[in-house]
């Protein structure tokens, strides 16, 4: 299968419900074809019928599609573990089998460019440069996110770093685990939702 386009948003449909693994593969068609000699035209590739302008944007008003988990186990069943789907000019693959989602996200090369993160490069690059100065860190793209991640990889990878922390973290643990402890009602009931965001916050901050 030939995948001539540049981007290709991947949409990997998870069977939570309401939940998507979406992974966008990008820059993939060369390495790919390099791998099959004799892929399948992008044309090939089957897909529900298409309306002008909305394309398959239809298919959400449909009620028993609320659920698209279920829309997308329909459509598996229709056209097969790969189909593509269009809405509002945006075209996903979809690609329901694991091994494929593997060897697509295998070939996304050293330095991705991942649809849907702009938006938040640029608020830290625009709205809150105060607090990240020019650097978005690893929601960054292509050569900006290679140069970053090479340079903390060796101590985030490294299994003896931890070690410089986990003190502090087993603090922030008990510190939790007694909030928790104390918050609970006649019932043995707490609403865990603020302690959970408190030692997230602290975990992290550490």
């Not at 998507?20 to 044309?43: D, E, I």
């Not at 309306?51 to 459509?75: D, Q, S, T, V």
Request: with cysteine.
């Amino acid at each position: 299968m030939k995948l001539n386009r540049e981007f290709i948003k991947l949409i990997c449909v998870d069977k939570v419900k309401y939940q998507f693994a979406r992974t966008q593969v990008t820059q993939a068609s060369g390495n790919l074809y390099t791998s099959h000699p004799n892929p399948k035209p992008w044309s090939d590739i089957p897909e529900p019928p298409l309306y002008p302008i909305i394309g398959n944007a239809y298919l959400l008003l449909k009620k028993e599609n609320a659920a698209l988990h279920k829309m997308h186990a329909k459509l598996k069943k229709m056209y097969g573990n790969v189909y593509k789907t269009t809405f509002l000019g945006d075209i996903y693959l979809n690609v329901h089998s694991p091994e494929d989602v593997r060897t697509l996200l295998s070939k996304d090369g050293s330095k991705p460019i991942i649809p849907g993160f702009e938006g938040f490069i640029r608020m830290r690059k625009e709205h809150q440069s105060e607090y990240f100065a020019e650097t978005s860190g690893l929601i960054s793209q292509g050569e900006e996110w290679y140069e970053f991640r090479k340079s903390v990889q060796q101590d985030m990878m490294r299994p003896k770093s931890a070690l410089y922390y986990i003190k502090e973290i087993e603090e922030i643990a008990i510190e939790f685990t007694d909030k928790v402890t104390a918050a609970k009602d006649k019932q043995g009931n707490v609403r865990v939702g603020k302690f959970c965001q408190e030692f997230s916050l602290d975990a992290i901050t550490c």
